[in-house]
């Protein structure tokens, strides 16, 4: 409703005549809401200044090991990437044999066994 009245204030201060304001209405329906949820926001926003004021010498704080720490999560997302299908294929032979009825420390084991034998074969090429 306020929203409303601060849409149509605006409109009218920036000479629009009120079939503009039904086409702008009408038009920009994205907008409408937003102004709605800005104005139903604005009690939420008054109590939450002061925690954010209290807030900010801690933030201004990690910004520098936000800065630090940033280029090292995107290198390990890429490492992860690189490594995402074997961690699939090992999750898979896992899956399988706990359908056969292994444990998961049994599964863990010959996963690791199979890996340690693969690394085995490979160092004698």
Do not use: W, Y
């Amino acid at each position: 409703m306020f929203g409303n009245c601060l849409i149509e204030m605006a409109a009218r201060a920036a000479g629009f005549s009120d079939a503009q304001l039904a086409v702008i209405e009408k038009e920009l329906p994205a907008c409408r809401k937003l102004i709605d949820i800005i104005v139903k926001a604005q009690p939420i926003i008054q109590k939450a200044t002061p925690l954010l004021n209290q807030a900010e010498p801690i933030i201004q704080e990690a910004l520098p090991l936000i800065a630090e720490a940033t280029p090292l999560i995107n290198q390990a997302s890429k490492e992860l990437q690189a490594i995402a299908p074997a961690i699939q294929i090992v999750l898979g032979v896992v899956q399988r044999d706990l359908a056969v009825g292994h444990t998961v420390e049994q599964s863990f084991t010959n996963v690791a066994r199979r890996i340690q034998g693969a690394f085995a074969g490979a160092e004698a090429l």
